[in-house]
């Protein structure tokens, strides 16, 4: 059985360690905010300019001049720190934020990530994608295996604009977990009763089995 | 020092509205750079009456473009924007008709990249070298270096001819302190502008902010408007159960 979505979130919380400061994409991996373990200390960073998010306010408590980085009104924890775009993005592009986990368009073996525009479609714009995937010590991408319409989203090039080059470290998507790897996409961990053979199905580029992945 | 014979710093910089502020600085074609992130913290006294004084092929840095009817989007209905300089433009319908019919430019600008190219030009840096956007379109045409055998691309200061901000709390002097993350583009904005003009919730006497609370010192303010009831439109109003 491939995982729901919320299974995906929940592997993907076990990317965190006490003490990290994390940066959350929108979608999947905002859910990821529900998983993290009681016991463990994880600030979450929105690169609008604040450092130590807490959970969406009560009615009572929305405040138009706090929002997180998709505009949705949040609040903050104990501890926590506000400041300019400029210095968010300095603690972004400077390498001390631990970790990014983010949704994806495509990956390739080499680790390039695509999650900012179709050609022909609509461009909204990266956003802070860019600086995120450049400067973030460690990039994990969280998303469905394959496209909606079949097509592999684990590719040989990515065929889409890139928001980074070579900058994804682990991908967790519906089928399994696997890392980028000088050789190529490098599975170490597949969903409860998928099987190999599916994930080789559903993805282009070079992939191997560590062993032991199940 | 006793505090009745402290001297008082600077000029009394408060104007007696936003269009009165607008006056004489404006004109056909400029660069502006606007705070904000999304409609947080968006000068928008002074948008509305930018609007009104009915300017023209305006480029505007700003790291959204608006929404529909508020905010920048007013001064794309208007006709008044000739090119944008922006990070994300998704949620502005009128936005992207323009786009597409060829009227309106846009230079998409990673996020982390048009705050520190504003900081930059404030800082009198012409440009910078980063790792963001390498091997991207954003590197195209760009200067790319290596440092330390990691690839860079050089990214262009900002220097606006005039910069819109909003603060939650000034002093007569300029000085200001941003509320919340109402706070984000503001103070760069309000250091790359050849003439900044900030808007105001709260107006204090010089003296009545410790100088230790300031985030932008009044040296990068000219023009102060007084806002005290600012809408503040909340674009996704997202709560928790009571």
Not at chain 1, 198 to 213: C, I, M, N, P, Y
Not at chain 2, 40 to 57: Q, S, W
Request: hydrophobic residues 40%; glycine residues 12%.
């Amino acid at each position: 059985m491939a995982w729901s979505r919320e299974q995906m979130a929940a592997r993907a919380a076990r990317e965190l360690r006490n003490g990290y400061y994390v940066n959350l994409g929108i979608g999947i991996p905002t859910l990821v905010a529900n998983y993290i373990p009681a016991e463990m200390t994880v600030t979450l960073q929105s690169e609008n300019g604040l450092l130590g998010m807490g959970p969406f306010p009560r009615d009572s408590e929305v405040d138009a001049d706090l929002i997180n980085a998709g505009k949705e009104t949040v609040t903050f924890v104990h501890g926590a720190a506000i400041f300019s775009s400029a210095d968010s993005f300095a603690m972004i592009r400077g390498g001390h934020i631990d970790l990014a986990i983010l949704g994806a368009m495509q990956v390739s073996e080499h680790g390039d990530l695509a999650n900012w525009m179709v050609p022909g479609k609509r461009v909204k714009g990266m956003g802070g994608a860019m600086d995120l995937v450049s400067g973030v010590r460690h990039v994990v991408v969280v998303m469905e295996h394959s496209a909606a319409d079949g097509s592999a989203k684990l590719v040989r090039n990515c065929s889409l604009p890139l928001t980074g080059k070579g900058v994804v470290h682990r991908v967790i998507t519906d089928l399994c977990v696997l890392d980028v790897t000088p050789g190529g996409f490098e599975v170490f961990e597949l969903a409860n009763e998928v099987t190999r053979e599916q994930v080789k199905q559903h993805t282009e580029g070079s992939l191997r089995f560590r062993d032991g992945a199940s | 020092m006793d505090e009745r014979d402290r001297p008082v710093s600077g000029v009394n910089k408060l104007w007696p509205s936003a269009s009165a502020a607008l006056d004489g600085i404006v004109r056909d074609g400029m660069v502006l750079a606007i705070g904000g992130f999304g409609l947080c913290g968006i000068p928008e006294a002074l948008i509305l009456a930018l609007r009104d004084t009915g300017v023209r092929d305006l480029t505007i840095a700003s790291n959204n473009a608006g929404v529909d009817g508020w905010g920048l989007g007013l001064l794309l209905e208007n006709h008044q924007v000739r090119k944008m300089i922006s990070s994300y433009v998704g949620e502005n319908v009128e936005f992207e008709r323009q786009f597409l019919a060829g009227e309106l430019e846009v230079e998409f600008c990673p996020q982390g990249t048009l705050a520190e190219r504003m900081r930059a030009g404030g800082a009198g840096i012409p440009g910078f070298y980063t790792r963001t956007g390498v091997g991207t379109l954003v590197a195209e045409a760009k200067e790319h270096k290596d440092f330390d055998g990691i690839t860079y691309i050089l990214e262009r200061g900002i220097r606006a001819d005039l910069a819109l901000v909003k603060a939650w709390k000034a002093d007569l002097c300029g000085n200001l302190i941003y509320r919340r993350t109402a706070r984000n583009f503001n103070p760069q904005a309000a250091a790359c502008g050849k003439i900044t003009v900030a808007e105001a919730e709260i107006i204090v006497q010089p003296g009545e902010i410790d100088p230790d609370e300031i985030h932008t010192p009044g040296i990068y303010v000219h023009r102060l408007v007084h806002n005290p009831h600012p809408e503040k439109r909340i674009e996704k109003r997202t709560t928790r159960k009571e």
